[in-house]
């Protein structure tokens, strides 16, 4: 059996939290996060956090592998799997250049 390599991606919500505000207790106080703030909207986001966008995103690129390296799909057996596929399409605005 061959070993393929895991990709993994590994947000700490409190690091980005803090490199959009600094976070800071003492020497700024109006103008940043203490780390009690900082620890409330971490917790905010990862009780709101949705994945959908990425699971789309997912969902494109498994489809356009399957398109390009000629895997067997006449009767659109991946799509059926892949239910983020066409998510939110009716909620899309084109962009009119004329």
Request: glycine share 2%.
């Amino acid at each position: 059996m061959a070993v393929y390599q895991d990709y993994k991606i590994e947000i700490n919500l409190n690091e980005l939290i803090e490199k959009r505000i600094p976070c800071c207790d003492i020497l700024h106080p109006d103008h940043c996060l203490t780390e009690k703030q900082v620890a409330e909207i971490a917790h905010d986001i990862r009780m709101d956090l949705n994945l959908h966008d990425i699971y789309k995103q997912v969902d494109q690129h498994i489809m356009n592998y399957a398109n390009n390296s000629g895997i067997e799909n006449k009767d659109h057996w991946i799509e059926t799997k892949l239910p983020d596929l066409d998510r939110d399409i009716k909620d899309e605005v084109g962009i009119d250049f004329d």
